[in-house]
């Protein structure tokens, strides 16, 4: 049972690349998410899923989009990376949205933006 | 706005003691706390969950209590071990006018067992 499976692992772009970090799940969990890490600021939410075909915006979305056409994955995309996206990026997804199953994590991507 | 506050961002203990670890929110009616433990440049890791008519949850080490009306919850690991160390995070689900938005993360609180 691979869990929460989230690629590339590390990743450095230019200012301005775009490029997609990828999640997928296999635990048929319907509720997905996405967070960023930064140093003193803890886990913020960007976007999340509560199912295929639906998505909303969470605490910081600007500057990413996501779309979920499968149960399974739930891609996250840079349109055009800036400085301020170098974070650790987590994809979370649990059985239900209403906080009353654990979430699982994927192990992260650690993204430098020069 | 809701906002989760743990109680410091560094915990030093001594091996065999009692950490106990803090978690307050505010503007939150949650019906349920969660906790979780991270390490270095791994993902967090989910530890208890509790709910709002439970005063107490334990596992093993762990024990999680729940006050709603002082909106706080702590968090105790008995006898600690230096393989405890590690950042603790608290986490509620964040309500806005379209309903649920997801679990908010209180910043952690990084917890070193010292032998």
Not at chain 2, 51 to 61: D, G, L, S, W, Y
């Given at each position: 049972n691979a869990g929460v499976t989230q690629t590339p692992k590390f990743q450095?772009?230019?200012?301005?690349?775009?490029?997609?970090?990828?999640?997928?799940?296999?635990?048929?969990h319907?509720?997905?998410?996405w967070y960023r890490q930064d140093p003193g600021m803890g886990l913020r939410l960007i976007h999340y899923s509560v199912g295929a075909g639906i998505t909303d915006q969470g605490e910081v979305p600007n500057g990413y989009n996501v779309s979920?056409?499968?149960?399974?994955?739930?891609?996250?995309?840079?349109?055009?990376?800036?400085p301020s996206q170098t974070s650790v990026y987590f994809c979370a997804s649990s059985y239900s949205s209403q906080g009353n199953t654990e979430a699982f994590f994927g192990q992260g991507t650690r993204l430098t933006v020069v | 706005s809701q906002k989760i506050e743990q109680?410091?961002?560094?915990?030093?203990?001594?091996e065999g003691?009692?950490?106990?670890?803090?978690c307050n929110y505010t503007n939150y009616s949650p019906a349920y706390?969660?906790?979780y433990r991270q390490d270095p440049g791994r993902g967090p890791v989910f530890l208890l969950l509790i709910?709002?008519?439970?005063?107490?949850?334990?596992?093993?080490?762990l024990k999680v209590t729940f006050d709603t009306t002082l909106?706080?919850?702590?968090?105790?690991?008995?006898?600690?071990?230096?393989?405890?160390?590690?950042?603790?995070?608290?986490?509620?689900?964040?309500y806005s006018g379209g309903g649920a938005d997801g679990l908010t993360f209180g910043k952690g609180t990084h917890l070193i067992i010292q032998p």
């Open positions: 450095v772009l230019k200012t301005g690349q775009s490029m997609t970090l990828q999640c997928a799940q296999d635990m048929n319907e509720y997905m998410s979920r056409s499968t149960t399974e994955d739930f891609p996250l995309r840079l349109l055009s990376a800036a | 109680n410091s961002e560094a915990l030093n203990i001594q003691k009692t950490a106990t670890l803090t706390l969660q906790w709910r709002e008519n439970e005063k107490e949850k334990r596992k093993e080490r909106k706080q919850s702590l968090f105790h690991i008995t006898a600690s071990q230096p393989a405890d160390s590690a950042t603790y995070l608290c986490a509620l689900l964040q």
